[in-house]
């Protein structure tokens, strides 16, 4: 599978933000979006996963998605991506096990393929450091505790493409190595991940693209 951006032009509002913008991300790779504040990161991010329209240029899916869930006939990034933005995501009354149950039975259903929605959330809880805190209500964690519970959703229902935005705020050093191990295990997968991020990422396979210069590096 290929992510193929192509000629993009951003706006928002009456402003552009960013023009010319073209990449071709390939399986098993990441993109890191480097740039200083409003250079259109965010931006790049949701007119990839959808959430806005580029007023130039096409951004569209080449090949198949292989292992993971759902399909994209249409070459729509949004049916097979994850977008994980500033806000967590969770419900602070519910505890860290029923935050991923919910999201694992709303993004992928009941059943993923052998794997029961209780065999997922485990596997998120473990992979993310979160099983000690499973039965804790989520208004109790810390900032850091609740990025990681935002960022497990990622492990609870398979998706080729991560779109990450700055996802390492708030987060400790053993944490930034939980995140990272958890990224180089989906790109091992054969997965792709975009990433906004002020802070350089120590991932095994990585391109980088400071916006503004439309220019992507390996």
Same mark, same amino acid.
């Given at each position: 599978?290929?992510?193929?951006?192509?000629?993009?032009?951003?706006?928002?509002?009456?402003?552009?933000?960013?023009?010319? #913008?073209?990449?071709?991300?390939?399986?098993?790779?990441? /993109?890191?979006?480097?740039?200083?504040?409003?250079?259109?990161?965010?931006?790049?991010?949701?007119? /990839?996963?959808?959430? /806005?329209?580029?007023?130039?240029?096409? #951004?569209k899916l080449?090949?198949?998605?292989?292992?993971?869930?759902?399909?994209?006939?249409?070459?729509?990034?949004?049916?097979?991506?994850?977008?994980?933005?500033?806000?967590?995501? %969770?419900?602070?009354?519910?505890?860290?096990?029923?935050?991923?149950?919910?999201?694992?039975?709303?993004?992928?259903?009941?059943?993923?393929?052998?794997?029961?929605?209780?065999?997922?959330?485990?596997?998120?809880?473990?992979?993310?450091?979160?099983?000690?805190?499973?039965?804790?209500?989520?208004?109790?964690?810390?900032?850091?505790?609740?990025?990681?519970?935002?960022?497990?959703?990622?492990?609870?229902?398979?998706?080729? %493409?991560? /779109?990450?935005?700055?996802?390492?705020?708030?987060l400790d050093?053993?944490?930034?190595?939980?995140?990272?191990?958890?990224?180089?295990?989906?790109?091992?997968?054969?997965?792709?991940?975009? %990433?906004?991020?002020?802070?350089?990422?120590?991932?095994?396979?990585?391109?980088?693209?400071?916006?503004?210069?439309?220019?992507?590096?390996?």
């Amino acid at each position: 599978m290929q992510l193929v951006a192509e000629n993009l032009t951003l706006e928002r509002g009456a402003r552009r933000i960013a023009n010319g #913008v073209s990449f071709v991300l390939e399986s098993g790779t990441a /993109l890191l979006l480097t740039g200083p504040n409003g250079s259109g990161k965010s931006t790049l991010l949701r007119a /990839l996963a959808g959430y /806005l329209r580029p007023s130039e240029g096409t #951004v569209k899916l080449r090949g198949e998605s292989g292992a993971f869930e759902g399909s994209s006939e249409s070459g729509e990034v949004a049916e097979v991506c994850h977008f994980v933005g500033h806000l967590d995501g %969770i419900k602070t009354h519910l505890t860290v096990k029923e935050n991923l149950a919910f999201w694992a039975t709303y993004l992928a259903g009941p059943v993923d393929g052998k794997q029961t929605t209780a065999d997922r959330v485990e596997d998120a809880l473990e992979q993310f450091a979160l099983d000690a805190l499973a039965e804790i209500p989520a208004g109790y964690l810390s900032a850091g505790q609740k990025r990681r519970l935002g960022l497990a959703r990622l492990a609870v229902a398979k998706r080729p %493409i991560w /779109l990450l935005d700055e996802p390492t705020v708030s987060l400790d050093v053993a944490s930034v190595k939980v995140l990272t191990d958890a990224i180089d295990a989906h790109l091992k997968a054969g997965g792709m991940a975009v %990433i906004a991020t002020h802070l350089p990422m120590e991932l095994a396979s990585v391109q980088s693209m400071q916006l503004g210069r439309a220019q992507v590096s390996a």
